[in-house]
């Protein structure tokens, strides 16, 4: 895509006019000296304080068109420089996008992962729902529903952070294997028997870590208040593997009752009573099986090795070993659907009694199988996925389940989000402080990534590990006590205790 930027004040960057753009031009890339079909060009200059001129022109083939925002004005609180310069390009180039393709975006032009962060920005200052759904709908031109659904999330987040004390945090373990790998899937995650002969030394590398990191989070006075072993497919464990993983952890880890503890099992083929047993047995309450659809039609077209028979008798093994929390995963626009079998699929797992749903729009992911099978895919009016994302909030809010986590990803079909559902006392803890980057999470394994964050949420510092399974057994940089130390002894230590 071609894209030309005079930008003549201080504020925003090339990668934020890059971001603005994939909102009308889904998985475009902007290559020095490109001349493809789809091009767009902006212009800003601050004509005097917070008044900004902004001049936008989109253009696809032969088809083009402008814009233009001259102006200012004082929102209803004080925010940065920044949010000025956004405003003024951000209406100019809704209103070009409006004039060359004929629709909206329902996320106006709020790009990033977190909109529901500055729902909470306002709620948190004491301003009411009403006033923060006015207040996107007119600085962002967010659509009322998604307003209303960014206002619910965050007002229900506020009540479940509310006793979240600057030394809760939270603790990640990464299972970065899959029995296969769906086509819809750009994650770190591993599928061949080359890679699975690595999974016993994995194991100990990581219990080695989980015990290191242990003694850090014990040293530094922090009380985990929910762990979270995520993937890949956790679930490719045999269950003395799950028995020694969830073992350590509970040698190396404080676990009281304030604890909250979540195994992702996720695939539904690799799921057996034994293994469900030995999580439960360790005391984990929450589990995770995910179809992301009971069609089975739509199932082959991912590329996903599982049938709906299969899920339906993961669901009904997990409900008889009893645990406290069943979370299920569905996806909206996957093609082969329809909006009368993705209703189908909800109304599936609503019937089977789980009481979390995360419902995720497809992404389309550069590094995923399905960007390479042929256009249609990217679509950023995507009026099938929408109304199947729309049908779900309804219907869930009827059912008795409220959104409480949101994030948004770029490249995904009609410009849409993934939100997670709950009943009332059901939520999960850990998506909150790991999405929101509300509180500080320890994370152990290949790709997990620990985040320290100060108490006052306004600085972070990010430890990786390696991506890759191979690349982390040869990793010798864990994240240090004294790393972390010096990070929280920059605070004032009232703040901290």
């Not at 960057?13 to 031009?25: H, S």
């Not at 799921?271 to 992301?292: D, F, H, M, Y």
């Not at 669901?315 to 070993?321: G, I, N």
């Not at 152990?444 to 990786?464: F, N, Q, Y």
Request: aromatic share 12%; proline share 4%.
């Amino acid at each position: 895509m071609k894209l030309v930027v005079d930008n003549r004040t201080g504020y925003l960057n090339d990668y934020y006019f890059q971001m603005m753009c994939l909102l009308y031009f889904p998985g475009e890339k902007f290559r020095a000296g490109d001349t493809g079909e789809n091009y767009a060009s902006f212009y800003l200059a601050e004509t005097e304080k917070h008044i900004f001129e902004a001049r936008v022109t989109l253009g696809c083939g032969d088809k083009s068109a402008k814009a233009e925002f001259v102006g200012g004005y004082t929102p209803a609180i004080p925010m940065d420089d920044d949010f000025y310069a956004m405003n003024a390009v951000g209406k100019a180039f809704l209103e070009a996008g409006r004039r060359l393709f004929g629709f909206e975006l329902p996320w106006g032009y709020i790009i990033g992962l977190r909109p529901v962060k500055r729902a909470k920005f306002y709620l948190d200052r004491g301003y009411s729902s009403q006033e923060v759904i006015n207040l996107f709908h007119r600085d962002y031109e967010v659509s009322q529903e998604k307003s209303l659904l960014s206002v619910e999330t965050a007002a229900l987040q506020q009540k479940m952070l509310a006793d979240i004390k600057p030394n809760d945090c939270g603790f990640y373990v990464s299972i970065p294997f899959c029995p296969t790998r769906c086509d819809y899937c750009s994650f770190v995650s591993y599928s061949n028997q080359r890679l699975f002969s690595l999974i016993p030394q994995y194991l100990e590398k990581l219990m080695q870590d989980i015990k290191e990191t242990g003694d850090i989070i014990k040293r530094l006075g922090m009380n985990v208040r929910s762990i979270y072993i995520g993937g890949g497919t956790p679930s490719i464990l045999e269950p003395h593997q799950i028995n020694r993983l969830l073992g350590c952890i509970s040698e190396n880890v404080d676990i009281n009752s304030q604890t909250e503890y979540t195994f992702e099992a996720g695939r539904p083929d690799t799921v057996t009573k034994e293994k469900l047993l030995a999580v439960k047995e360790n005391g984990v309450g929450r589990i995770s099986i995910n179809p992301q659809t009971t069609n089975d039609k739509v199932l082959e077209n991912i590329g996903r090795k599982h049938t709906a028979k299969q899920f339906f008798d993961a669901a009904e093994t997990a409900l008889s070993v009893g645990f406290d929390v069943l979370n299920s995963d569905l996806i909206a626009g996957l093609p082969g659907d329809t909006e009368e079998s993705f209703n189908k699929s909800l109304e599936d797992v609503i019937g089977l009694g789980f009481s979390n749903i995360t419902v995720h729009t497809l992404s389309i992911k550069n590094a995923a199988a399905m960007r390479f099978m042929g256009d249609g895919f990217y679509d950023p009016q995507g009026e099938f996925a929408r109304n199947c994302v729309s049908y779900a909030n309804n219907r869930l809010k009827q059912g008795g389940y409220m959104p409480y986590y949101l994030y948004r990803q770029k490249n995904t079909v009609g410009n849409a989000e993934n939100t997670g559902y709950t009943l009332a006392g059901k939520e999960n803890l850990y998506n909150v402080l790991m999405m929101e980057e509300h509180s500080t999470v320890f994370a152990c394994g290949a790709g997990a990534i620990t985040k320290l964050v100060s108490p006052e949420r306004d600085e972070i510092l990010r430890h990786p590990f390696p991506k890759y399974p191979f690349e982390y057994l040869d990793d010798n940089k864990p994240l240090k006590f004294d790393e972390a130390d010096a990070f929280f002894k920059q605070f004032r230590k009232e703040d901290f205790n």
